[in-house]
């Protein structure tokens, strides 16, 4: 039960985007539309931002967007604001029947 | 409000058992898929069981064998039941209600420490 891989860090100055991918295999990511990004504040319990690849939960912002190319996911934040700095972290269904990422920290400069 | 709340944590020696309870208000635990999920100190998230509407488990093979996930469905309540308890088990332990493949109501998490 490998995890899925994330860069361990994204940066962006406020306003701009950030991109983190998450790559799986076709056992997971590539083959379910069931991956899931959540936000993930120091101290707190995780959030769902999205679900189904790139539907958004009711009150998250539409500054968060997911998509999905092959075994890899893609969460983007745009028009980033100072509380969007948290570690973020991909899920996937996978059979198994679930498998995470490995996080990224992403820090508004 | 819906809501989940874990107890049960705690320090436990190394071969020690622990089981953590996780009560729900606002939905019913029985008609849902209900996880949990672990994050060791300063680590990322790891799926460690799901139970099904239908009552199918499954475990993540870091676990397999040693926890067993139920749930009362008078009470409402998810548990997962720790034996044979390591150091790498030491982490924080969330439920989660799961809904279309993502975790989408989430608990406030409980301590759990294994060390002599």
């Known amino acids: 039960q490998s995890a899925l891989t994330q860069p361990p860090s994204a940066s962006g100055s406020p306003g701009q985007s950030v991109t983190i991918s998450c790559t799986g295999t076709?056992?997971?990511?590539?083959?379910?539309?069931?991956v899931s990004w959540y936000q993930q504040h120091p101290g707190k319990a995780p959030k769902l931002m999205i679900y189904e690849v790139s539907k958004r939960p009711s009150g998250v912002p539409d500054r968060f967007s997911g998509s999905k190319s092959g075994n890899t996911a893609s969460l983007t934040v745009s028009g980033l604001q100072a509380e969007d700095e948290a570690d973020y972290y991909c899920s996937s269904y996978a059979g198994r029947p679930y498998v995470f990422g490995t996080g990224t920290k992403v820090t508004v400069l | 409000e819906v809501q989940l709340v874990e107890s049960g944590g705690g320090l436990v020696q190394p071969g020690g058992s622990l089981r953590l309870s996780c009560a729900a208000s606002?939905?019913?635990?029985?008609?849902?898929?209900m996880s949990w999920v672990r994050q060791a100190p300063g680590k990322g998230l790891e799926w460690v069981s799901v139970?099904?509407?239908?009552?199918?488990?499954y475990y993540a093979d870091s676990v397999k064998g040693r926890f067993t996930i139920s749930r009362h469905n008078s009470k409402n309540t998810l548990y997962l039941q720790m034996n044979s308890l390591r150091a790498e088990d030491t982490a924080v332990y969330y439920c989660?209600?799961?809904?279309?493949?993502?975790?989408?109501?989430w608990g406030q998490g409980t301590m759990v420490t294994v060390s002599s």
């Open positions: 139970i099904y509407s239908g009552g199918s488990t």
């Open positions: 076709s056992s997971d990511v590539g083959g379910y539309n069931y």
């Open positions: 606002g939905f019913t635990v029985s008609s849902n898929y």
């Open positions: 989660a209600c799961t809904t279309s493949g993502a975790f989408d109501i």
